[in-house]
């Protein structure tokens, strides 16, 4: 089994930042499959942020390029998203997940393994 702690999320005014972490543990390494930033606002549907491959190649929504980066520790298995200039249309709860495969999808459905999400609200 996976397992996927995720932490970091918080309040901020727009413009401010946040960086959120998620530890993985179990039998499917975050160094072997790739991972995932999704977030989900109420009403809306889960969608896609960013995500790291196998070979550390990174991937990014439009709306977040320039602003959000996506790393991992292979070391520490652990996954980190930092969030700079943040906007209120960022608000959601983000969540980590890790693929079946070391390549990396847009689709949710491509991820078997999710953490429990963590909320991120910025205000204006």
């Known amino acids: 089994q996976v397992q996927l702690v995720e932490s970091g999320g918080g309040l901020v005014q727009a413009g401010g930042s946040l960086r959120l972490s998620c530890a993985a543990s179990?039998?499917?390494?975050?160094?072997?499959?790739?991972m995932g930033w999704f977030r989900q606002a109420p009403g809306k549907e889960r969608e896609f942020v960013a995500a790291?491959?196998?070979?550390?190649?990174?991937f990014y929504t439009d709306s977040v390029k320039g602003r959000f980066t996506i790393s991992k520790d292979n070391a520490k298995n652990t996954m980190y998203l930092q969030m700079n200039s943040l906007k209120p249309e960022d608000t959601a709860v983000y969540y980590c997940?890790?693929?079946?495969?070391?390549?990396?999808?847009?689709?949710?459905?491509?991820?078997?393994?999710w953490g429990q999400g963590t909320q991120v609200t910025v205000s204006s």
């Open positions: 179990g039998r499917t390494s975050s160094s072997l499959n790739a």
């Open positions: 790291v491959d196998w070979g550390d190649s990174t």
């Open positions: 997940a890790v693929a079946r495969n070391p390549q990396y999808s847009t689709n949710r459905e491509w991820y078997p393994y």
